[in-house]
């Protein structure tokens, strides 16, 4: 018995070691991630063997946007399925398949797009990758289906932090095909969402800046001399 606790004790002892160890690899492959050292950095987190921890997740994580960057598909959608399934949190999921999809929407790989999204909770798809998945189905053929994926985001459109709702208005302002011709219904009810609703009227922005979305923003910089936007 004596034998079997110190055995026990030993391997317990030696996965924390492990586990440690993995970390600082991590930080090292990160580090060299950030310096744009990719193939240090790639390196580093192949050490890291896949299975269901945050860090795995991370580590497939960035060895995807390594591969994308490269030019490697299939290591990208390895990779990039592997940090779905190993992620533990519901902001590396949500990451992962963003990543994912405009990975695929660059390559024109819709089906891509609509598999992986079936990989995470509908809830998990954000804004911003409700988007993407948007895009992929026009793309795809499926017209009806995107226009209400493209109409899921309105519920956003009160945030001032949500970037899905600023894709969303920005494509059509830009008039982009896949959301030409959306017929959006929403009452805006905060500053964000007013000033939304003005931009893709044509409107002047009105709102206070800080009360506002990062597109909206933008465009009342364009529209308003420095010195009001610093007093608003």
Do not use: C, H, W
Not at 29 to 35: C, D, Q, S
Not at 49 to 63: D, H
Not at 147 to 153: C, G, H, Q, Y
Not at 181 to 190: I, M, Q, R, S, V
């Amino acid at each position: 018995m004596r034998t079997i606790i110190i055995y026990l004790f030993l391997a317990i002892s030696t996965f924390a070691a492990r586990a440690e160890d993995f970390g600082a690899v991590f930080t090292k492959g990160y580090e060299f991630y950030l310096r744009s050292d990719y193939p240090a950095a790639r390196e580093m987190f192949a050490q890291i063997p896949p299975q269901k921890t945050e860090l795995s997740a991370l580590a497939s994580y960035y060895l995807a946007s390594i591969s994308a960057f490269e030019g490697d598909g299939k290591a990208a959608e390895r990779n990039f399925a592997l940090a779905l399934e190993n992620a533990q949190t519901p902001q590396t999921r949500s990451n992962a398949f963003v990543q994912a999809a405009r990975f695929f929407i660059a390559n024109s790989d819709y089906v891509k797009v609509v598999e992986f999204s079936e990989k995470i909770p509908a809830d998990l798809l954000g804004g911003r990758g409700k988007f993407y998945v948007a895009q992929a189905l026009y793309f795809l053929g499926k017209k009806k289906e995107s226009a209400k994926m493209f109409a899921s985001i309105l519920s956003e459109f009160d945030d001032k932090s949500s970037v899905g709702a600023d894709m969303l208005v920005a494509a059509i302002t830009e008039k982009k095909k896949f959301a030409a011709g959306l017929k959006l219904d929403f009452a805006p009810k905060t500053p964000a969402g007013i000033a939304r609703a003005d931009i893709l009227a044509g409107r002047k922005i009105a709102q206070p800046f800080g009360e506002i979305s990062f597109l909206a923003q933008t465009i009342l910089a364009e529209q308003t001399p420095t010195p009001e936007i610093l007093d608003a």
